[in-house]
Protein backbone atom coordinates (compact mmCIF):
# COMPACT_ATOMS: atom_id res chain seq x y z
CA UNK A 1 0.00 0.00 0.00
CA UNK A 2 1.34 3.55 -0.96
CA UNK A 3 2.33 5.32 2.47
CA UNK A 4 0.52 9.05 3.11
CA UNK A 5 0.79 11.03 5.92
CA UNK A 6 -2.90 11.41 5.67
CA UNK A 7 -4.92 8.57 8.51
CA UNK A 8 -8.05 7.98 8.90
CA UNK A 9 -9.67 7.00 12.51
CA UNK A 10 -10.63 3.44 12.90
CA UNK A 11 -10.85 2.22 15.94
CA UNK A 12 -12.87 4.59 18.84
CA UNK A 13 -10.66 5.13 22.41
CA UNK A 14 -13.20 3.04 24.69
CA UNK A 15 -12.31 0.25 21.86
CA UNK A 16 -8.32 0.89 22.43
CA UNK A 17 -8.72 1.59 26.08
CA UNK A 18 -10.74 -1.71 26.31
CA UNK A 19 -8.60 -3.48 24.12
CA UNK A 20 -5.26 -2.68 26.17
CA UNK A 21 -7.02 -3.16 29.62
CA UNK A 22 -8.18 -6.30 28.60
CA UNK A 23 -4.64 -7.88 27.68
CA UNK A 24 -3.20 -6.81 31.03
CA UNK A 25 -6.17 -8.34 33.19
CA UNK A 26 -6.05 -10.88 30.83
CA UNK A 27 -2.20 -11.83 31.88
CA UNK A 28 -2.92 -10.67 35.44
CA UNK A 29 -5.68 -13.30 36.19
CA UNK A 30 -3.37 -15.93 34.03
CA UNK A 31 -0.52 -16.15 36.38
CA UNK A 32 -2.34 -15.58 39.59
CA UNK A 33 -4.43 -18.03 40.94
CA UNK A 34 -5.36 -19.04 44.27
CA UNK A 35 -2.24 -17.58 46.25
CA UNK A 36 -3.26 -14.30 44.75
CA UNK A 37 -6.69 -14.68 44.60
CA UNK A 38 -7.74 -11.42 45.32
CA UNK A 39 -5.71 -10.08 42.29
CA UNK A 40 -7.09 -13.30 40.65
CA UNK A 41 -10.29 -12.08 41.11
CA UNK A 42 -10.69 -8.29 40.23
CA UNK A 43 -8.54 -8.82 36.82
CA UNK A 44 -11.02 -11.16 36.13
CA UNK A 45 -14.00 -9.04 37.20
CA UNK A 46 -12.38 -6.66 34.87
CA UNK A 47 -11.85 -9.10 31.76
CA UNK A 48 -15.77 -9.39 32.40
CA UNK A 49 -16.63 -5.95 32.70
CA UNK A 50 -14.80 -5.87 29.37
CA UNK A 51 -16.61 -8.59 27.36
CA UNK A 52 -19.95 -7.38 28.63
CA UNK A 53 -18.99 -4.03 27.19
CA UNK A 54 -17.70 -4.95 23.66
CA UNK A 55 -20.81 -7.20 23.30
CA UNK A 56 -22.72 -4.14 23.87
CA UNK A 57 -20.35 -1.82 22.29
CA UNK A 58 -20.92 -4.59 19.10
CA UNK A 59 -24.58 -2.78 18.52
CA UNK A 60 -23.66 0.40 19.86
CA UNK A 61 -20.33 1.59 19.43
CA UNK A 62 -18.47 3.53 16.06
CA UNK A 63 -18.26 2.18 12.61
CA UNK A 64 -15.59 -0.30 12.68
CA UNK A 65 -16.55 -1.34 16.69
CA UNK A 66 -19.77 -2.83 15.28
CA UNK A 67 -20.12 -6.46 14.79
CA UNK A 68 -22.01 -5.78 11.62
CA UNK A 69 -19.02 -4.36 10.37
CA UNK A 70 -16.75 -7.47 10.73
CA UNK A 71 -18.89 -10.41 11.12
CA UNK A 72 -18.26 -12.14 8.00
CA UNK A 73 -19.65 -15.68 6.92
CA UNK A 74 -17.46 -18.80 7.34
CA UNK A 75 -16.93 -18.93 3.48
CA UNK A 76 -15.73 -15.23 3.22
CA UNK A 77 -13.12 -15.85 6.13
CA UNK A 78 -11.57 -19.17 4.67
CA UNK A 79 -11.14 -17.30 1.46
CA UNK A 80 -10.02 -14.72 3.04
CA UNK A 81 -7.82 -17.06 4.88
CA UNK A 82 -6.61 -18.47 1.64
CA UNK A 83 -5.61 -15.36 -0.06
CA UNK A 84 -3.69 -14.55 2.67
CA UNK A 85 -1.42 -17.70 2.27
CA UNK A 86 -1.43 -16.57 -1.34
CA UNK A 87 -0.51 -13.40 -0.20
CA UNK A 88 -3.15 -11.24 -2.36
CA UNK A 89 -5.77 -10.94 0.37
CA UNK A 90 -7.79 -7.90 0.25
CA UNK A 91 -7.35 -5.18 2.72
CA UNK A 92 -9.60 -4.34 5.32
CA UNK A 93 -9.63 -1.02 6.95
CA UNK A 94 -11.72 -2.65 10.43
CA UNK A 95 -10.88 -6.41 11.02
CA UNK A 96 -10.25 -8.61 8.30
CA UNK A 97 -12.90 -11.82 8.00
CA UNK A 98 -10.60 -13.88 10.15
CA UNK A 99 -9.55 -11.45 12.73
CA UNK A 100 -13.54 -10.40 12.78
CA UNK A 101 -14.03 -14.39 13.65
CA UNK A 102 -11.49 -14.42 16.44
CA UNK A 103 -12.96 -11.42 18.38
CA UNK A 104 -15.61 -13.79 18.69
CA UNK A 105 -14.01 -16.53 19.22
CA UNK A 106 -12.36 -14.35 22.37
CA UNK A 107 -15.24 -12.72 23.70
CA UNK A 108 -16.55 -16.69 23.72
CA UNK A 109 -13.87 -17.75 25.73
CA UNK A 110 -13.32 -14.70 28.07
CA UNK A 111 -17.09 -15.39 28.77
CA UNK A 112 -16.97 -19.00 29.68
CA UNK A 113 -13.45 -18.43 31.46
CA UNK A 114 -14.87 -15.70 33.68
CA UNK A 115 -18.38 -16.88 34.38
CA UNK A 116 -16.59 -20.58 35.64
CA UNK A 117 -14.88 -18.33 37.63
CA UNK A 118 -17.41 -16.53 39.41
CA UNK A 119 -19.25 -19.92 39.60
CA UNK A 120 -15.87 -21.31 41.58
CA UNK A 121 -15.54 -17.81 43.54
CA UNK A 122 -19.34 -18.32 44.70
CA UNK A 123 -18.78 -22.57 45.57
CA UNK A 124 -15.84 -21.78 47.76
CA UNK A 125 -15.86 -18.79 48.70
CA UNK A 126 -19.44 -17.78 48.99
CA UNK A 127 -18.25 -14.51 47.49
CA UNK A 128 -18.82 -13.08 44.22
CA UNK A 129 -22.47 -11.97 42.40
CA UNK A 130 -23.13 -15.79 41.83
CA UNK A 131 -22.81 -16.03 45.45
CA UNK A 132 -26.44 -16.28 46.49
CA UNK A 133 -27.21 -18.39 43.81
CA UNK A 134 -25.12 -21.11 45.00
CA UNK A 135 -24.42 -20.28 48.78
CA UNK A 136 -24.55 -22.85 51.55
CA UNK A 137 -25.95 -20.40 53.91
CA UNK A 138 -27.64 -22.57 57.00
CA UNK A 139 -31.67 -21.91 56.42
CA UNK A 140 -31.79 -23.12 53.12
CA UNK A 141 -31.25 -26.82 52.68
CA UNK A 142 -30.73 -26.81 48.84
CA UNK A 143 -28.83 -24.40 46.55
CA UNK A 144 -28.16 -24.87 43.69
CA UNK A 145 -26.10 -23.85 40.89
CA UNK A 146 -26.41 -23.38 37.37
CA UNK A 147 -24.69 -26.50 36.26
CA UNK A 148 -24.53 -29.75 37.06
CA UNK A 149 -27.55 -29.59 39.54
CA UNK A 150 -28.28 -28.98 43.58
CA UNK A 151 -26.26 -29.54 46.36
CA UNK A 152 -27.74 -29.47 49.98
CA UNK A 153 -26.00 -28.19 52.79
CA UNK A 154 -27.25 -28.47 56.82
CA UNK A 155 -27.25 -26.13 59.75
CA UNK A 156 -23.65 -25.70 59.75
CA UNK A 157 -23.58 -24.82 56.30
CA UNK A 158 -21.33 -28.17 55.79
CA UNK A 159 -21.90 -30.40 52.41
CA UNK A 160 -24.47 -33.21 52.91
CA UNK A 161 -22.43 -36.39 52.11
CA UNK A 162 -23.52 -37.38 48.63
CA UNK A 163 -25.08 -34.21 47.48
CA UNK A 164 -23.50 -32.66 44.29
CA UNK A 165 -21.67 -29.97 45.93
CA UNK A 166 -18.19 -31.42 45.40
CA UNK A 167 -19.21 -32.45 41.44
CA UNK A 168 -20.52 -29.19 40.85
CA UNK A 169 -17.07 -27.78 42.07
CA UNK A 170 -15.07 -29.99 40.13
CA UNK A 171 -17.32 -29.42 36.81
CA UNK A 172 -16.38 -25.92 36.72
CA UNK A 173 -12.60 -26.29 37.71
CA UNK A 174 -12.64 -28.05 35.04
CA UNK A 175 -14.43 -25.72 32.34
CA UNK A 176 -12.37 -22.76 34.46
CA UNK A 177 -8.73 -24.12 33.76
CA UNK A 178 -9.95 -25.46 29.82
CA UNK A 179 -11.50 -22.48 28.73
CA UNK A 180 -8.24 -20.31 30.53
CA UNK A 181 -6.10 -22.57 28.08
CA UNK A 182 -7.78 -22.19 25.05
CA UNK A 183 -8.27 -18.20 25.62
CA UNK A 184 -4.09 -18.63 25.96
CA UNK A 185 -4.04 -20.74 22.87
CA UNK A 186 -6.54 -17.96 20.73
CA UNK A 187 -4.10 -15.34 22.15
CA UNK A 188 -0.90 -16.82 20.48
CA UNK A 189 -3.11 -17.30 17.16
CA UNK A 190 -4.29 -13.98 17.60
CA UNK A 191 -1.14 -12.14 17.65
CA UNK A 192 0.31 -14.11 14.96
CA UNK A 193 -2.90 -13.37 12.72
CA UNK A 194 -2.30 -9.51 13.92
CA UNK A 195 1.80 -9.97 12.40
CA UNK A 196 0.59 -12.39 9.34
CA UNK A 197 -1.78 -9.82 8.57
CA UNK A 198 0.69 -6.64 9.28
CA UNK A 199 3.44 -8.26 6.75
CA UNK A 200 0.94 -8.87 4.00
CA UNK A 201 -0.79 -5.76 4.27
CA UNK A 202 2.28 -3.72 4.56
CA UNK A 203 0.85 -1.75 7.62
CA UNK A 204 1.75 -1.59 11.64
CA UNK A 205 -1.97 -2.82 12.71
CA UNK A 206 -0.42 -3.08 16.49
CA UNK A 207 -0.01 0.55 15.79
CA UNK A 208 -3.60 1.28 14.80
CA UNK A 209 -4.42 -0.45 18.22
CA UNK A 210 -3.06 2.21 19.83
CA UNK A 211 -3.46 5.77 18.39
CA UNK A 212 -6.74 4.39 16.31
CA UNK A 213 -5.65 5.34 12.97
CA UNK A 214 -4.86 3.82 9.59
CA UNK A 215 -3.48 4.36 6.36
CA UNK A 216 -6.91 5.40 4.28
CA UNK A 217 -8.42 3.20 1.92
CA UNK A 218 -6.39 3.62 -1.61
CA UNK A 219 -6.88 0.84 -3.60
CA UNK A 220 -10.17 -0.79 -5.51
CA UNK A 221 -11.51 -3.71 -3.56
CA UNK A 222 -10.47 -2.37 -0.29
CA UNK A 223 -13.29 -3.12 2.48
C1 LIG B 1 0.49 -8.31 23.26
C2 LIG B 1 -0.52 -9.00 22.81
C3 LIG B 1 -1.54 -8.45 21.86
C4 LIG B 1 -1.40 -7.69 20.73
C5 LIG B 1 -0.12 -7.17 20.13
C6 LIG B 1 -2.73 -7.47 20.20
C7 LIG B 1 -3.01 -6.74 19.08
C8 LIG B 1 -4.27 -6.51 18.56
C9 LIG B 1 -4.56 -5.77 17.38
C10 LIG B 1 -3.51 -5.11 16.48
C11 LIG B 1 -5.89 -5.80 17.17
C12 LIG B 1 -6.64 -5.19 16.00
C13 LIG B 1 -6.63 -6.22 14.90
C14 LIG B 1 -7.17 -5.66 13.61
O1 LIG B 1 -6.66 -4.65 13.15
O2 LIG B 1 -8.11 -6.27 13.08
C15 LIG B 1 -6.48 -6.54 18.27
C16 LIG B 1 -7.83 -6.76 18.45
C17 LIG B 1 -8.34 -7.47 19.49
N1 LIG B 1 -7.64 -8.16 20.45
FE1 LIG B 1 -5.66 -8.13 20.70
N2 LIG B 1 -3.64 -8.11 20.98
C18 LIG B 1 -2.96 -8.72 22.00
C19 LIG B 1 -3.48 -9.46 23.03
C20 LIG B 1 -4.82 -9.70 23.20
C21 LIG B 1 -5.36 -10.44 24.29
C22 LIG B 1 -4.55 -11.05 25.43
C23 LIG B 1 -6.70 -10.46 24.11
C24 LIG B 1 -7.76 -11.12 24.94
C25 LIG B 1 -7.54 -11.90 25.94
C26 LIG B 1 -6.99 -9.74 22.90
C27 LIG B 1 -8.24 -9.53 22.38
C28 LIG B 1 -8.54 -8.75 21.31
C29 LIG B 1 -9.88 -8.41 20.90
C30 LIG B 1 -11.18 -8.84 21.60
C31 LIG B 1 -9.75 -7.59 19.78
C32 LIG B 1 -10.85 -6.90 19.03
C33 LIG B 1 -10.82 -5.45 19.44
C34 LIG B 1 -12.16 -4.80 19.27
O3 LIG B 1 -12.70 -4.83 18.16
O4 LIG B 1 -12.67 -4.33 20.29
N3 LIG B 1 -5.82 -9.27 22.38
N4 LIG B 1 -5.45 -6.97 19.09
Known sequence: ???????VKVWDPLVRIAHWTLVSAFFVAYFTEEEL???HVWAGYTVAGIVIFR????????EHARFRDFVRSPGVTMRYLGDIAKNRAKRYIGHNPAGGAMVLA???SLAAVTFSG????????????LAGMVSNGANNPAHFTLLPGAYASDDTGDEVPGSGRESAEEFWEEVHEVSANVTLFLVLLHVAGVIVASLSHRENLVKAMITGRKQPRDRTGEE
Open 106 to 108: LLA
Open 118 to 129: LEIYAIEENAGP
Open 55 to 62: IFWGFTGS
Open 37 to 39: LTQ
Open 1 to 7: MKATNVT
